[in-house]
């Protein structure tokens, strides 16, 4: 079966601090991977997505960056963080391929910037 | 451009109601509906999945249904728990950007 991890869990970072949270896919190959955003008292905001290793496609301009090195591995970045950045980030996955499929997510990652 | 909305924001209800959440979205070429649910502080748990062809899905004290050329989908909770106490996400996967756009959600409450 597939599953999806996430971590840290938690992470209280300095304003102007680099980020680094991971997401890794299992039991699958070739999935898309996606990066969420959920900040205090608002919806789920698509930040990245990517249909393959090295594919990376930005919803939003912001502070942040994505990699995906590997076919199942997929890395959220920033190189300074800002108090904005602060918010619950979700990892998600799906079929790759456009059609009637489902998304999975990971248990996310609480980012405090202090 | 794909917008979800739902309705009520905020339910508090007594154990053992019948509850009806509310969602809808403004394009219905859409290849699926989801429903998540979210605990506080957690992660996303997938409930149902309605594909566009189909009008509803089931599962345990859950259904939920879909009406594609209205832009709605309902998700009937029966005979509510105090552990279905939590926010429940509608989501749909549109043709046209093949992205899954979400809802602000319904936060429930159900006291004993």
């Known amino acids: 079966s597939q599953t999806i991890h996430q971590w840290p869990a938690t992470l209280v970072q300095p304003v102007g601090s680099p980020l680094s949270l991971e997401c890794t896919v299992e039991g699958t190959s070739n999935p898309n991977l996606y990066w969420y955003r959920q900040a205090a008292g608002r919806g789920l905001q698509l930040l990245f997505y990517?249909?393959?290793?090295?594919?990376i496609s930005s919803e939003v301009p912001q502070n942040l960056s994505a990699s995906r090195p590997q076919d199942r591995q997929f890395i959220l970045s920033s190189k300074k963080l800002l108090l904005s950045d602060s918010g619950f980030y979700l990892c998600?996955?799906?079929?790759?391929?456009?059609?009637?499929?489902?998304?999975?997510f990971g248990s996310g990652t609480r980012l405090t910037v202090v | 451009k794909q917008e979800v909305t739902q309705i009520p924001a905020a339910l508090s209800v007594p154990e053992g109601e019948n509850l009806v959440l509310n969602c809808s979205f403004t394009d219905s070429a859409i290849y699926n509906l989801q429903w998540f649910r979210q605990d506080p502080g957690k992660g996303l748990t997938s409930l149902l999945l309605?594909?566009?062809?189909?009008r509803e899905q089931t599962s345990g004290r859950l259904n939920a249904s879909l009406d594609k050329s209205s832009g709605r989908s309902t998700l009937y909770i029966a005979a509510s728990q105090p552990g279905d106490s939590a926010t429940y996400l509608c989501a749909v996967r549109s043709y046209n950007t093949d992205k899954l756009i979400f809802g602000t959600g319904t936060r429930l409450q159900v006291f004993p």
């Open positions: 309605i594909q566009s062809s189909q």
């Open positions: 990517s249909v393959g290793i090295g594919q």
């Open positions: 998600a996955w799906s079929v790759h391929l456009q059609g009637p499929y489902g998304y999975t």
